[in-house]
């Protein structure tokens, strides 16, 4: 029997920049359902996504595949949790739900660029 790596969790051609950038844009969405101000800055977030493109083109693969593992699961459960969020209605904005949320997804994101360092 022989060992094999797992596919990649990131399809073939995926950007790594891009993806941190949607989930940089999912995080401001629910900032603005917390209630937070949100002012983002367009230069800043390509700079973000070239930079993070650029330190995965140089990280050893297995950094790359733990970066891809964690940009997959975050989009899950950001996915799960905005899906959540918006379902609530704006009736009553769950904004300490979406505080949390938005914590959280900060935090991965933060926790993302650490790994290509």
């Known amino acids: 029997m022989t060992h094999q790596a797992p596919p990649s969790s990131t399809p073939s051609g995926a950007d790594p920049g891009r993806q941190v950038a949607q989930l940089?844009?999912?995080?401001?969405?629910?900032?603005?359902?917390?209630?937070?101000?949100?002012?983002?800055?367009?230069?800043?977030?390509?700079?973000?996504?070239?930079?993070?493109?650029?330190?995965?083109?140089?990280?050893?693969?297995?950094?790359?595949r733990r970066f891809e593992a964690r940009v997959a699961e975050t989009a899950l459960w950001a996915a799960a949790g905005v899906e959540a969020l918006l379902a609530a209605g704006e009736a009553a904005p769950p904004r300490a739900a979406a505080a949390r949320l938005a914590a959280s997804l900060d935090h991965a994101l933060s926790e993302m660029a650490a790994i290509l360092r």
């Open 24 to 64: 940089r844009e999912a995080l401001h969405l629910v900032e603005r359902i917390a209630g937070q101000s949100v002012s983002p800055s367009h230069d800043g977030q390509l700079d973000e996504a070239a930079r993070i493109s650029a330190a995965y083109a140089r990280a050893l693969p297995v950094a790359q």
